[in-house]
């Protein structure tokens, strides 16, 4: 394996991120470690922002220096005092704002790097066993794709390597920021993938290590521990959640090993009971450890994908939905930075809220759409529920506030309103800037796209989202009803009684997300208007339990998949990011707290009468004297959580490992390997031709023109025989895969698709039309193009000419004005 290579990309990581902590400890100053973890995520936004902007008006190699600079200068001007500066000193801004209990210790700032450090290596070796592209299994093609053209173009947005003459049509950031590591390390995109895709995984982790740790550390700083105490607290919730976030599964793994534990007798019935409405067949469970595939566990609910961040990083795609994840938990740490804000500085959450926040949703928007609408609801959540009110944010915002308790009163309605509208009222301003620094991607985006109505016989059943959202939903029921069950027992009542008639009412109604999403909404609302001492953590659990309920409503209708599947892809991926987060919190507080059911308030509502009430509180405080400690049983509750999601990662590693042994991180490495002859041609495409040519290959797709039926015989996109060249080198290709369907729209694919059958198959005339209408420069006859066109030959005409030549693969050159005579 390429020791060097991985060592000069963690280095790289280790100058980006020592450039950006001091704006890391400018953003997040009550932070552990001024936010240490945060600093890879800052590092590469900063730098795809910087870099996007300059690339509008000219983009090359000089881009990388120019982001460089500007990673440099936000961090100096933003991150460094001054004041301090004035009198020759240096010292980081952050000193000014944070207390002498955020100051930053040596751990504080090694156990993040470690983290980092130890996600990294670990993809490393995922990868280095299987650091394929291939078509198989996955949208590799797309995504290699997308790092080649971005490597070769001049100008932003990057040309569509699948529709030659048109720039792409998708998000594209995220390929962006790994094309600058990618020239900034000097590595060539072969192995710059899998590095890539490592380097994202490390930031993802620790970002999680980060917000988790902050956020517990603030929660027992408010209970009033303080010194190493709650530094430790904090690191135990950080690597809680670092694990939940980077290498926890869902449940389908630990059902598969209940399965296999049982007795014969009742392993079926139990496997059967346990996929009742999943994608997942009870033979699978019943198959125990040995028929374990790591792809089953990524598919449960029914016309859905249901992945969560280990799965896809070992699966090696370099998507989206994965690259928008580390900058999805940076969006959440700015929320909570704002909610660690002290009142009076104003300034200070205006900035956070109205600068940095619109920031990255600019960002967001050419990296992952989808996380936008996230961040956005983050926010307003954040607004409605932080100490500071939201209405503070706005110009004149005190006055309207003042008139609103004039009209409401100061009751509870008027605390709803004020809250939630001024939080609303707030975000919307927020939304306005992200949406102008997106406006260049938004208005060139696909179109086709619009929002529908979920038909019922579409939604979620009960068993599969428990298999897929189970854990985390054990542990924040646990958390929140012995957060609210801390107080009087009559709001305890109605709390849970409302929650219970909820889920109730959801199941008869055929809603069963509801029946799990509806209480949590309502015990984390409830826990936040009773003052049960709830932080930022339930803001992230409430924000995903909306999130799940609303894809259980509607959906995005789009030819990227069938029906809600894309969907719900997206969404499950911001909600595991988020819920895996806060569960890493949660965890801790269990853990150091017990679910904090105090019985005083209990005790002294039952007393309140007869004698009878008398001897049932005795009884009571008999039954808990024999059972063991609250703080026992959550102790018992977390390590059964922790269990249970562990399994997917070794024994999906294990089958890795078994199956795959390339030992290296070059991602090519199986073209020369497996498809030789076709290796030696596209690598004399790679080097010959650039950016502005097009090559002209047989669509990847196994459509016909007439109406995107199959042909017979013909093999899916999913194969190696679905545009090679045009993947591998980032030359363009007049119709590359079917993807572009989602993209440009069925009509104009399939005409395109026409115009390559009429290039290849058609008549004289037809041929000659058709490649001077695209204007294409190489003309690619390999086995697809035989086995789709028959015998392919271009030596008659003129102007063509056989420019390289192997067993397999014939590739002619185009001379357009001899052509054209």
């Known amino acids: 394996m390429e020791y060097l290579l991985v060592g000069w990309w963690l280095l790289a990581f280790a100058a980006l991120s020592a450039l950006a902590f001091p704006l890391c400890a400018r953003l997040f100053p009550r932070f552990p470690g001024y936010g240490a973890g945060l600093a890879p995520a800052v590092a590469l936004a900063t730098l795809t922002v910087v870099g996007y902007w300059t690339g509008r008006v000219s983009y090359g190699r000089h881009t990388l220096w120019v982001a460089l600079a500007g990673l440099v200068a936000v961090s100096a001007l933003v991150g460094l005092d001054r004041a301090a500066l004035r009198r020759g000193e240096v010292r980081l801004a952050g000193d000014r704002l944070a207390d002498d209990r955020s100051r930053p210790r040596r751990r504080d700032l090694t156990a993040p790097a470690a983290v980092f450090a130890a996600a990294f290596l670990l993809l490393v070796a995922v990868r280095s066993a ?23 173009a001049e100008s932003l947005p990057p040309y569509d390597v699948w529709f030659a003459g048109e720039t792409v049509n998708y998000y594209y950031g995220g390929h962006l920021a790994a094309a600058l590591l990618t020239r900034l390390a000097g590595t060539p995109p072969s192995y710059a993938y899998n590095l890539a895709l490592a380097g994202f995984y490390a930031t993802l982790a620790a ?72 994608r997942v067949s009870p033979d699978d469970l019943l198959a125990g450890v040995e028929g374990f595939h790591y792809w089953t566990a990524s598919r449960v609910i029914p016309g859905t994908i249901n992945e969560f961040p280990f799965f896809g990083f070992l699966n090696g795609d370099l998507h989206a939905h994965m690259m928008g994840a580390p900058f999805l938990l940076l969006a959440a740490a700015l929320a909570y930075a704002y909610w660690e804000t002290p009142a009076e500085r104003l300034r200070r959450r205006r900035l956070l809220a109205f600068g940095a ?120 029921g646990a958390y929140l009803v012995g957060r609210i069950a801390d107080g009087a027992l009559r709001e305890v009542l109605l709390v849970l009684a409302g ?69 719900v892809f ?28 105090t019985t005083s308030a209990v005790d002294a509502a039952t007393r309140r009468g007869s004698a009878a009430a008398e001897r049932t509180a005795d009884a009571l405080g008999d039954i808990r004297a024999r059972l063991p400690t609250d703080r026992t049983l959550a102790r018992a509750l977390v390590a059964l959580l922790l269990l249970a999601t562990a399994p997917y990662a070794p024994m999906a590693l294990g089958q890795h490992a078994a ?163």
Do not use: C
Not at 457 to 470: F, I, N, Q, Y
Not at 579 to 592: F, K, S
Not at 774 to 798: C, K, L, N, Q
């Open 130 to 152: 299987d650091p394929a592209v291939t078509a198989a299994g996955g949208e590799k093609f797309l995504d290699y794709g997308l790092l080649r053209s971005l490597l070769r």
């Open 570 to 597: 997206k969404v499950y991926a911001q909600v595991w990011a988020l819920w895996a987060t806060a569960a890493g919190v949660v965890l801790a507080e269990l853990w150091a707290t017990g679910f904090r059911v």
């Open 207 to 278: 970002a999680a290590f980060e917000l988790a740790r902050a956020v517990a550390a603030g929660r027992a700083r408010g209970r009033g521990v303080d010194g190493d105490d709650a530094a430790d607290h904090g690191l135990r919730a950080g690597f809680a959640g670092a694990f939940l976030v980077a290498v926890a599964g869902n449940l389908v793994s630990a059902a598969r090993l209940a399965v296999a534990a049982l007795p014969n007798a009742l392993a079926e019935p139990v496997a059967h009971r346990l996929t009742r409405g999943t």
């Open 499 to 567: 929650a219970a008639a909820v889920a109730v009412a959801s199941l008869a109604a055929g809603l069963p997300a509801f029946a799990v999403v509806v209480p949590l909404l309502a015990l984390g609302w409830a826990a936040f208007r009773l003052d049960r001492g709830v932080g930022f953590e339930t803001a992230l659990i409430v924000g995903g339990a909306g999130l799940i309920g609303l894809v259980e409503v509607v959906f995005v209708v789009e030819e990227a998949g069938p029906g809600r599947m894309n969907t």
């Open 659 to 821: 199956v795959h042994d390339a030992g290296t991180l070059d991602a090519t490495a199986f073209v020369e390997a497996e498809h030789p002859s076709e290796a030696a041609a596209i690598d004399w495409l790679d080097e010959e031709a650039t950016h502005r040519d097009t090559l002209l290959e047989a669509p990847g797709a196994s459509y016909s023109p007439e109406g995107l039926a199959a042909n017979p015989g013909e093999p899916g996109i999913y194969t190696w025989r679905a545009n090679p060249a045009s993947s591998l080198t980032g030359i363009p290709t007049v119709a590359g895969w079917s993807h572009e369907v989602g993209y440009r729209g069925r009509e104009a694919y399939t005409e395109r698709v026409a115009a390559v059958d009429r290039a290849y198959a058609g008549s004289d005339a037809e041929r000659v039309a058709a490649l001077r209408e695209y204007g294409v420069d190489y003309v690619w006859v390999g086995p697809t193009e035989r086995d789709r066109y028959g015998d392919v030959s271009f030596d008659r005409f003129a102007g063509i000419e056989v420019a390289y030549e192997t067993e397999t693969v014939t590739v002619y050159r185009v001379d357009s004005e001899e052509l054209a005579t």
């Open 357 to 476: 926040v619109p920031v990255l949703g600019g960002l967001q928007v050419v990296v992952h759409t989808w996380d936008v609408a996230t961040t956005l609801g983050l926010l307003w959540l954040t607004l409605t529920f932080a100490p500071a009110a939201p209405l503070s944010l706005l110009p004149r915002g005190e006055a309207l506030a003042a008139r609103l308790r004039g009209a409401l009163g100061e009751g509870l309605a008027a605390t709803e309103v004020a809250r939630t509208g001024g939080a609303l009222l707030a975000t919307g301003v927020a939304a306005v800037g992200a949406g102008v620094l997106g406006a260049p991607f938004l208005l060139g985006a696909s179109s086709g796209q619009e929002p529908a109505l979920l038909a019922a016989e579409m939604r979620s059943a009960l068993t599969p989202l428990l298999l897929v959202h189970g854990a985390f939903l054990a542990a924040f």
